[in-house]
C-alpha cells in the first residue's frame, strides 16, 4: 500500500456472485473508475464478494474498517426485493450518517432513470472509514459512484481526522479545484442552491441549513436519542435459530488464555494447558505393603524358612539404612523402606516372636514359618505407581473438585503447572423500576426487585466461575454507557438483563452499537423463552492503550426465566470454550415424560423440569408447572431444561425427549 494514497474496498453483496465469482460485472466496472479516475489518489486495496447476509456483509465492512481503509464501497442489495438487506446491514454500522453523498448518488441515477427512487442507498462514516453502497448492477454501480467520486477523496481525509483547517485553506475555490468540481456541475437540487457558505465550524455540509435528505434517507434508527417516534417498531435483526446463535457464540469467544500458577487449590475447576510429567517416581523408594519383617530371599538363599535375628527396624520415616546381610532380618511397617540388600517382606501373621532383648522391650529372634516367600513379594517397587518422567495429565483434562487430579499432581512432585485461565463475568441488572432485592420499604407502583442479578450471580458462582456483581443501572443512555466501560475494566464478560425488547427505554442494542462501537453478532433468537437474546463484542483498550481481546456482552432478556434460560444456554457455553473446557455447555440426556407438554409452534422451547432416576434406571422429567418467562418460580426444584422443538400439538406422557441438564439428577431409588 503506497504510503500517501487512499485505500479504498470494494465489496459486492450478491447471492448469485457469492457461489460463482465469474459472474460478477461489478468489481472490474468499479475498479475501472479508481484506475481512470482516480489513480493518482486511490489504491484499491481489497476487493471482496459476499453474500446477501446481515452479519456476512457486517463482519467484511468491519474487517475493513478495523485494517484502516479508507473508503468502503459495496454493490448490491439496496432495492426492495426481499433479499435486499444492505442497508439494514450497513445502517447500524454507522457513527456519522452522510445524507449528502446519498442525495448526491440518488439525484445523479434520477437523471438516468425514475426508477432511482426504488434504490436505498446509504453513506457515512464509521472511525475513519467512509462507507458507501451502490445499487448491484454495474451500470448503476458505476454511474452512483461517479456522481460523487471526485468528491471521495476530501471527505475521506476529513473521515481519517486531518486537520479540517489545514484542509480547507484555501477556501472553497482551491477545494473545488482539487477536487476537479466546480459549481455548475454540481448537483442541480443540492450544492447549487444556497450558494457554496462551506463552513468550517462544521467539518462539511457544503450547504446552508436545509434538510438534505428525503423521507427514503431517514431510516427509521436505533439512536436513543431520536425518542420514541423513530425507534424501529420491528427489530432489524434477523432471527436466528438456536444452533446459529450457539455458532456465532463460539466464532467470537476468544481462544483460551494460558497462565502458569503454582500447584495449589486455586487450580481447581481449572483445565490443563500443558501435559504434566511426573518429576519424581511414585513409590520414591521400595516400600513395604505390609507390616511384618523384610528378609532377602532368593536363588542363593531359597529359603527364609527359620530362625533370625532382628537387626534392624525401618519405621515410614525419612532416613538412612545399613545394609540387611544374610541371615538377618529387619522389622518393617507398612510404607516403609527397604533396607538396602532386602529382597521382600514376610507379614507378621506368618511369624511368631521367640526371644526378647533383656530389657524386654525389644524382639530379638524371630521365627519365620514359611518358605515360600518370593523376592520382590509384598514390595511395592520403585515407580511402580508413577515411574518419573510419566505423562500423568494430559493438556485439556481438567482439575476437578470431586476428582482426584489434584492429588496426583501433588503425589508426583508438580510445583507450577499452565492451565487455561477463567474468564471473569460481570453481571448487570438494567431498568429504572428495579430495586434491590433486600430495600426494606415496600415496592411503590411499578418497581419490581431484582431477581435476575442474584439469580445469575449464584448460577454463575455454581457454574465454577467468578462472578462480579455490577448492580443496576439505569435506563439513561449516558448511565449505561459509563457503567458498561466501567465494567470492562474489571471484567471479561459483562451478562446484562433487561433493556432489550422493543421499547423505547431498551438501551442495551444501541449503546453496545453507537456508544460503545460494538458488534452485535445477533440480537434475536427463535427460542421460548428467550426471544430477544443478544450477543455482542465490543472493542477494548488498556489503560495503556493496548488493544487486547473483545469484551464480550450478552444481553439477556429481563423476565426472569428467560434470563436464567439463556445464561445456561448462550452464556455457559461461552464461559467453558474461554476456560479450555470440552465439550462446552451443558450435558444432554434423554428423559422420559412424566406428563403431556405442549410444544410451540413458533419457537423451541426450553421448558424447565425435574429429571429423577427411578429403580427402572431411566431417567424421568416432570414439569415445574407454568413456564411463562416472568415466573422466575418455573426454576424451583429444577435440574434440567427439556428441549422442545417447534412444533404444533403436544409431547405425549412416555415420549423420551433430550434435556440438558443444570444441576444433579434427584435418585428416587
Ligand atoms: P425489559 O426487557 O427491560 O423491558 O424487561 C422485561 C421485563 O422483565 C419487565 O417486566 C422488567 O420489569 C422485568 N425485569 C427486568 N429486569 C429484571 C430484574 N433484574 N429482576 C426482575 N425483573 C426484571
Ligand atoms: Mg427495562
Known amino acids: 500500500m503506497s504510503q500517501d494514497k487512499l485505500t479504498a474496498s470494494i465489496i459486492v453483496i450478491s447471492e448469485t456472485a457469492y457461489k460463482d465469482a465469474s459472474t460478477d460485472k461489478c468489481i472490474p466496472a468499479l475498479q475501472n473508475i479508481f484506475d481512470q479516475q482516480g489513480s493518482d489518489k486511490w489504491e484499491v486495496a481489497q476487493k471482496k464478494i459476499v453474500s446477501d447476509d446481515v452479519l456476512m456483509i457486517q463482519r467484511s465492512i468491519l474487517e475493513d474498517v478495523e485494517a484502516g481503509v479508507n473508503l468502503v464501497v459495496t454493490s448490491g442489495g439496496t432495492g426492495f426485493a426481499v433479499k435486499d438487506i444492505t442497508p439494514e446491514a450497513v445502517s447500524p454500522l454507522i457513527h456519522k450518517h452522510a445524507p449528502g453523498l446519498v442525495h448526491g448518488m440518488l439525484a445523479a441515477s434520477l437523471k438516468v432513470t425514475p426508477f432511482a427512487v426504488m434504490s436505498r442507498p446509504v453513506a457515512g462514516v464509521r472511525d475513519g472509514t467512509l462507507i458507501v453502497t451502490l445499487p448491484g448492477s454495474p451500470k448503476g454501480a458505476s454511474e452512483n459512484l461517479e456522481s460523487i467520486f471526485k468528491l471521495l477523496a476530501h471527505a475521506c481525509q476529513q473521515a481519517a481526522g486531518e486537520n479540517s483547517r489545514q484542509l480547507h485553506e484555501g477556501g472553497m475555490g482551491k477545494l473545488e479545484s482539487d477536487a476537479g468540481v466546480s459549481a455548475k456541475d454540481s448537483l442541480p437540487t443540492t450544492a447549487s442552491q444556497g450558494g457554496h457558505n462551506h463552513n468550517h465550524g462544521h467539518g462539511h455540509g457544503h450547504a446552508g441549513p436545509k434538510a438534505h435528505t428525503d423521507p427514503e434517507s431517514r431510516p427509521q434508527s436505533n439512536d436513543p436519542n431520536d ?123 506368618d511369624t511368631i516372636l521367640k526371644t526378647k532383648t533383656e530389657d524386654g522391650q525389644e524382639e530379638k529372634e524371630v521365627e519365620i514359618l514359611t518358605d515360600a516367600i518370593q523376592p520382590g513379594e509384598n514390595v511395592r517397587e520403585v515407580g511402580s505407581d508413577v515411574m518419573n518422567g510419566d505423562v500423568v495429565m494430559r493438556k485439556g483434562e481438567g482439575i476437578t473438585a470431586v476428582g482426584g487430579e489434584f492429588g496426583l499432581l501433588a503425589s508426583v512432585g508438580t510445583r507450577e503447572v499452565s492451565i487455561y485461565k477463567k474468564p471473569i463475568v460481570g453481571v448487570l441488572s438494567t431498568g429504572d423500576e428495579i430495586v434491590n432485592h433486600d430495600r426494606e420499604s415496600q415496592l411503590r407502583l411499578g418497581e419490581v426487585r431484582d431477581t435476575n442479578r442474584p439469580t445469575l450471580l449464584t448460577a454463575i458462582r455454581g457454574s465454577g466461575f467468578e462472578a462480579v456483581d455490577l448492580g443496576i443501572a439505569s435506563d439513561r443512555p449516558g448511565a449505561l454507557e459509563q457503567t458498561l466501560r466501567d465494567a470492562m475494566r474489571r471484567v471479561d464478560v459483562i451478562i446484562t438483563s433487561g433493556g432489550v425488547s422493543m421499547g423505547e427505554l431498551d438501551l442495551l442494542k444501541p449503546t453496545i452499537e453507537r456508544s460503545l462501537g460494538g458488534i452485535i453478532h445477533f440480537g434475536r433468537v427463535s427460542m421460548k423463552p428467550g426471544k430477544p437474546t443478544t450477543f455482542a463484542s465490543v472493542p477494548f483498550k488498556t489503560n495503556a492503550g493496548e488493544r487486547v481481546d473483545d469484551k464480550l456482552i450478552f444481553s439477556l432478556p429481563g423476565n426472569p426465566a428467560s434470563a436464567v434460560v439463556t445464561y445456561h444456554l448462550f452464556v455457559l457455553p461461552s464461559l467453558h470454550k474461554t476456560a479450555g473446557i470440552s465439550p462446552t455447555g451443558l450435558p444432554k440426556v434423554k428423559v422420559v415424560l412424566d406428563q403431556a407438554v405442549r410444544m410451540d409452534p413458533q419457537r423451541a422451547e426450553y421448558h424447565r423440569v425435574v429429571v429423577s432416576a427411578r429403580a427402572d434406571g431411566i431417567l424421568h422429567a416432570a414439569s415445574t408447572g407454568g413456564q411463562r418467562s416472568s415466573r422466575i418460580g418455573s426454576f424451583k426444584g429444577a435440574n434440567a431444561l427439556l428441549c422442545l422443538p417447534a412444533a404444533k400439538g403436544s409431547v405425549e406422557r412416555g415420549a423420551t425427549v433430550d434435556a440438558l441438564l443444570m444441576g444433579k439428577i434427584i435418585s428416587e431409588v
Do not use: C, W
Open 227 to 349: 425518542g420514541p417516534t423513530r425507534r424501529y417498531r420491528t427489530s432489524p435483526y434477523p432471527m436466528l435459530s438456536v444452533e446459529e446463535a450457539l455458532r456465532l457464540i463460539d466464532a467470537n469467544t476468544p481462544v483460551p488464555k494460558i497462565v502458569r500458577t503454582a500447584l495449589n487449590e486455586s487450580i481447581v475447576g481449572h483445565v490443563l494447558a500443558e501435559d504434566v510429567q511426573a518429576n519424581e517416581s511414585v513409590p520414591a523408594f521400595r516400600a513395604s505393603i505390609v507390616d511384618g519383617y523384610a528378609v532377602i530371599a532368593g536363588k542363593e538363599a531359597p529359603s527364609t524358612k527359620g530362625l533370625f535375628p532382628v537387626a534392624m527396624i525401618s519405621h515410614a520415616q525419612a532416613g538412612e539404612h545399613a545394609t540387611l546381610r544374610e541371615g538377618e532380618i529387619a522389622r518393617i511397617t507398612t510404607g516403609a523402606p527397604l533396607p538396602p540388600g532386602a529382597t521382600s517382606v514376610v507379614m507378621v501373621e
